[in-house]
């Protein structure tokens, strides 16, 4: 099919006007309640129940055939039992039904009968032109009618992912983690046994979705993998397209025959043909959303030439670790690097990569290092971890109770001595002229650096000019991080620093963080990828970066990066 | 050493009275503020502060020197530039302080300089018999006193782990990372450069002490590789030794000899050694953790046969995979499991292992299914997936809105019928008469059952006597599950069930779920490892069981439970 071709056909799904439920029912203990529970106050269009015996479901009246309702229905969303299906299939035929979501189980998955009832369900539907969804499936999700057709509510919001999954509960667990991470779809398909519309047609529509930056595929089998590679293949020279394929056991194999029917087949040759669709394959489903975040929020690096910075010596190690184990070069430090360094630092820093400044308490240098790295043609990309670090350990100490309360009195005779200026650079920041802020902000920077930095003055007007300009975009002007700087600045001029005053300001570190990262990002086009410090989960940052909780899973991002990268290189080497 | 020596020689840092803070200071952006801060209000002896030019710091007096503190120091904590370490090291020694915590950094692993630097501090410490942590350490922990001696307050609580650290940083975020899972420590060291106290000599150490469950170490390298083998080794057949030794790639040991000054040595020798005695050598620090609480909370298995219940297809495929991948066996179902499966389950089960009712909306045969597995000889362990959906997607139809009030409205209906039932079992559920309260659960569970469970009497009647068994211990009796079913109850007897009532219904699925699995590992005495179906940190659950976040995880456990349970026999075997 040409690229009108499948983006026409497959319109009823994924832009329907018209939804009906089959076998909605008043059962709070039944699918056919929850499915549509799931649609009801989230899909733009019409909805309607049909129940052959109730003659209304949650307080709207029930039709007891798709046929006996009063208007056209674009997609039925069928959730009744196995036996019944084909007949049902054969009404929405008769009413003119454009696309059908199969939600019912047992068919092909459960052996030779079930199968012959499927194949009558998709003979009914094929004759009728009707496009199959399932069976077998937990539904399917397309942002722009919020179509939420899920056999529970599935929690989901609208970005910029595509999600095809042969599995429900692989695809829904990845659409719930993601919208944990804040990042949303444009379209998710459970598609079960795939017997009407197939996952190569869904992967070459979504290809055609301007809005999709990025496609994630679980699959269990394939009924034509040519036609998967080839389909593929065009989609991953335009967009990346992720492949989480498990079935290297001979034990996954037996599981996979038992729920989606499908023949698992040779993992090598799987391999090898992902590699020829240019397909990135992993391994788990927490790699394929962080590399799917990685891949929204990040250049494709130029090459495998590595550099990590560190707050921590044995972060750093266990890095290098799972950098180098990836494939990643983690280089020598630039000759220029190393003199910086060596002035900014203290002695005991690390001399090399990872850079670690060993427990220098001064941030600036360390903010200052990502930039003098990514300038240098040497250099592919950064990892920078302990993003989170320095707010974390504030507020640990922020909640040392007593002895804080009597550290900050301290604090406040220090901050005495600025008061007067403080006052004047707060009517500044509150002057709403954005041109004098950033000249206050560089000049307070260039203040604080400068007594903190060991390094020369052109460093640390660099350092401070970067960080002002990051600082001053609209964005961090109506953020969180000016709010703590006016905090800080009303403390100094009153030299009066309270506990909750210190907490904004420690939440001041990250923003400027975001602000930073997303500045060298795009001022160097390089990837710059982070880590925090713990293994709770986090969210995408402002500015689209997503701090991964180790430095395992950054690796294994960026090494992944890389492949892609080689992978376009190498197709667009072949078309010449 | 033998056992009273070591025991004897590491009383003074592990059981303190009073402990010197060198370098305690009012300048909240330096870390002998917040060393101080962390002792404070947490360690339960005599805490002093030293400063050389402040007679006051936090508001107590400070001594110029540590001989000047009127009254016996136990220990320094000492977090002043490395310069003046051996000054004050002499010091310690003149005053009889007889253990010392170095913070500071700036010795071997800067290079000769700092080589000679700490060899004197050495010198010293050697000659005083000062045992001393560090240098360049983040601190230590020691539940007896309360004692939180680190650089800065890290929050900490008391368990039965132990974790030596040669990393500060990837100690502190196991630390962290522990409590937020909820498990605590006996001791927490991080030994830096264990210039003075070594590494195999904590080990040692905690080996004796009967409150430390699981041991866990992260080195970078070791002077004596033999000495610590054989210290491991007579410590690792009383509890299990859990390693993360990073350094398989040239990068890492390039990095770990500026972190640390160690030499990291060959990958593949260390491992050997790991082997020999009997460590359990895992490759990041969230694997370490997983496996920390497996062994907490888990019997060994007896063997590498695994069966797996899956609520879903695509998880049972993952988990399949993740199984038979590390070297368990993903059995065949015992002959009589798969009858007894035909029986209970839809026909549209999957007939194997994994054990997947295939949407199967009646949890009863779920919470069956693992009693019939792990009765038969034929199975060593089982893995329970899924933990948490079942209320998960209760506590999604709940916040469906509108939709779901109007199910609970026909629910309602339907337990008009029963509430002259539920009026007299709540009251022998109020009655406190512990023994009725049992009968009336079993009697309730026999009714549920056996309306949805299509299995014979004995089956139901099996299940029921397991789940009232299991519910009505005395913690379950007192605990949220209760609640809910008093909930339930009266919802049933006034015929009015709201959402909060649901929410607090669906809530009782996880305490039940606790209660059963804490009763099937007693019974049973084989572990039954859980997963749950979203990437979100779990909490170690009552009875101690701890839900991993995929497939993967769990089976990295398993595994290496039989790999421990291995060494343990041929340690056996070797003794004979």
Redesign the interface.
């Known amino acids: 099919m040409t690229k009108p071709e499948i983006v026409e056909a497959l319109k009823p799904l994924f832009y329907p006007g018209s939804v009906a439920v089959i076998g909605a029912t008043?059962?709070?203990?039944?699918?056919g309640?929850?499915t549509?529970?799931?649609l009801?106050?989230n899909f733009q269009g019409d909805l309607f129940a049909v129940n052959n015996r109730d003659p209304m479901v949650?307080?709207r009246k029930a039709y007891p055939s798709v046929k006996d309702i009063p208007a056209p229905v674009d997609l039925a969303v069928i959730v009744i039992p196995?036996e019944r299906v084909s007949g049902v299939m054969r009404e929405c035929a008769e009413k003119g039904v454009k696309a059908a979501v199969v939600i019912s189980?047992?068919f092909v998955?459960?052996g030779p009968a079930?199968k012959a009832m499927q194949d009558e369900v998709m003979a009914v539907a094929d004759a009728a032109g009707i496009k199959v969804v399932g069976p077998n499936c937990m539904g399917m999700y397309s942002a722009p009618h919020n179509l939420t057709a899920f056999?529970?509510?599935?929690?989901i919001m609208a970005g910029p992912l595509a999600l095809i999954?042969?599995?429900?509960?692989?695809?829904?667990?990845l659409v719930?983690?993601a919208v944990?991470r804040g990042v949303g779809f444009q379209q998710y398909v459970s598609c079960g046994a795939a017997a009407g519309v197939k996952i190569e047609d869904y992967v070459e529509y979504v290809g055609h979705d301007d809005l999709v930056k990025v496609v994630m595929v679980?699959i269990?089998g394939l009924e034509d993998g040519p036609r998967f590679i080839e389909k593929v293949r065009e989609v991953s020279r335009k967009k990346p397209v992720i492949v989480l394929k498990?079935?290297?056991?001979?034990?996954?194999a037996?599981?996979?025959s038992?729920?989606?029917g499908a023949l698992s087949g040779s993992d090598s040759i799987y391999d090898a043909a992902f590699k020829k669709a240019g397909a990135i394959r992993v391994?788990?489903?927490?790699e394929m959303?962080d590399l799917a975040i990685g891949l929204l929020s990040q250049p494709l690096p130029k090459g495998r030439r590595v550099v990590i910075t560190?707050?921590?010596?044995?972060?750093?190690?266990?890095c290098?670790?799972a950098?180098?184990?990836r494939g990643l070069e983690?280089i020598d430090l630039p000759r220029r690097a190393m003199d910086e360094f060596n002035r900014m630092f203290?002695?005991?820093w690390?001399?090399?990569?990872?850079v670690?400044p060993?427990?220098d308490?001064n941030f600036a240098p360390y903010l200052r290092a990502p930039e003098i790295i990514l300038e240098s043609d040497e250099v592919d990309s950064l990892i920078f971890m302990?993003f989170g670090s320095f707010s974390g350990?504030g507020g640990?100490?922020a909640?040392?109770?007593?002895?804080?309360s009597?550290?900050?009195e301290?604090?406040n005779q220090g901050l005495a001595g600025v008061s007067a200026m403080a006052s004047s650079m707060l009517e500044v920041l509150e002057s709403g002229d954005n041109e004098k802020i950033k000249q206050i902000i560089k000049m307070a920077l260039r203040m604080t650096f400068g007594s903190v930095m060991a390094s020369d003055g052109n460093e640390i007007e660099r350092l401070s000019d970067t960080v002002a300009e990051a600082l001053t975009t609209d964005a961090m002007l109506a953020g969180s991080f000016f709010q703590g700087l006016k905090r800080l600045f009303e403390s100094a001029a009153s030299g009066k620093l309270d506990a909750s005053g210190f907490s904004s300001i420690m939440g001041m570190m990250e923003p400027m963080l975001d602000a930073l990262i997303y500045y060298w990002i795009g001022k160097y086009e390089k990837p710059v990828i982070t880590t925090t410090?713990?293994?709770?989960?986090s969210v995408v940052r402002e500015g689209g970066h997503f701090p991964y909780?180790?430095a395992?899973r950054a690796a294994s991002v960026l090494a992944r990066l890389v492949e892609y990268r080689e992978f376009l290189e190498s197709a667009e080497e072949e078309e010449k």
Chains 1, 2 share one sequence.
């Open positions: 008043n059962n709070l203990t039944k699918w309640f929850s549509l529970s799931s009801l106050g949650l307080e196995a189980a047992g998955e459960t079930g056999m529970f509510p599935l929690p999954s042969q599995g429900g509960n692989v695809g829904g667990a719930m983690d944990t679980y269990e498990p079935g290297r056991t001979e034990a996954a037996r599981a996979i038992s729920h989606s391994e788990t489903s927490i959303l560190t707050p921590g010596g044995s972060y750093g190690v266990m290098a670790d950098c180098a184990s983690v203290p002695p005991r690390s001399h090399g990569n990872p670690d060993a427990g308490r302990g350990i640990m100490i909640s040392s109770g007593d002895a804080f009597k550290g900050l301290k604090l410090f713990t293994e709770e989960t909780p180790n395992e």
